[in-house]
């Protein structure tokens, strides 16, 4: 494969996530781990049709440690992702969430034979900007619901940060694995959604067409795509390439009627995105 290939393999990642927001809204009132357990289980059932092409014992040789790192980086973030929207207005809790290229750039500049600069502390500060036009604009009608679930949307920014960063050093690991961190995260869902939720099936066509469409694509095939991106494309692009998330869900939301295009959204959502971009600049 092709390093140009494998980028564009990569890019379709980015454009399965910009559906994320949305489809987790239409897959409403379905609890946090039940939604978990049924989204990763569609999406490890397509991985591992996918995987048998090359014969499960691609499998074997990887460590337990990367199944278990894969498997609390995904069951961790898309916790606090979907608990996140269940209880905060969807556009700001999206844009918040979005901060995670923004946190990659950040996290890489603290590895080994990297360092921060100026252009990424100036991307932060901008960024934060957004952040903070967003949640100090919000109807205080929220209340500490709305906190908590902008909270939850910033330490699920910072899960997929810090997964994202991690992951990088562990290129010789086959793409397959990522069947095991998906059916895993479903198998931990189910009990948890047992003792701690209320079960709530997807309501109507909708419903159930939301949940298909996340274990299909945002919640399936984009964590493939984005892992072979990651492993044999051009990673830089790729991560510059990220920060029209935010925009692009956004815009999803806005076109769908689920969000209003209001002046400070927008503002914020420049910023956020500015800021990231800014942020990758590696500037003395």
Excluded at 114 to 138: P, Q, S
Excluded at 141 to 149: F, Y
Aim: some cysteine; overall charge positive.
């Amino acid at each position: 494969m092709t390093r140009a290939r494998a980028t564009a393999i990569g890019f379709t990642a980015i454009l399965m996530w910009a559906l994320l927001a949305l489809l987790t809204i239409g897959s409403a009132p379905v609890p946090p781990f039940l939604l978990n357990a049924l989204c990763f289980g569609i999406g490890g059932l397509i991985g591992l049709v996918w995987t048998l092409r090359k014969g499960l014992g691609v499998l074997r040789g990887v460590s337990w440690k990367v199944y278990a790192f894969g498997t609390l980086g995904l069951f961790g973030y898309h916790f606090l992702y979907f608990t996140a929207f269940r209880i905060a207005p969807a556009a700001e809790t999206g844009l918040i969430a979005y901060l995670w290229p923004l946190f990659i750039v950040l996290f890489s500049g603290l590895l080994p034979g990297e360092r921060l600069t100026a252009g990424h502390v100036a991307g932060a500060l901008v960024a934060f900007g957004g952040v903070a036009l967003i949640v100090l604009g919000r109807d205080e009608g929220g209340g500490a619901t709305s906190g908590l679930g902008y909270g939850l949307a910033f330490g699920c920014a910072v899960t997929w940060a810090a997964y994202s960063v991690l992951s990088r050093r562990l290129g010789g690991v086959p793409t397959e694995s990522v069947t095991v961190f998906c059916l895993a995260t479903a198998v931990l869902s189910i009990p948890a959604h047992l003792a701690l939720e209320q079960t709530v099936w997807p309501q109507g066509a909708t419903g159930w067409l939301s949940v298909l469409g996340l274990g299909l694509g945002p919640v399936g095939a984009a964590f493939f795509t984005w892992d072979l991106g990651m492993k044999k494309g051009d990673i830089q692009l790729l991560g510059v390439a990220s920060y029209a998330a935010p925009l692009l869900s956004t815009l999803t939301l806005v076109a769908a009627g689920i969000a209003s295009a209001t002046w400070t959204l927008a503002l914020a959502a420049v910023l956020i995105t500015a800021g990231a971009a800014l942020a990758a600049r590696r500037t003395p």
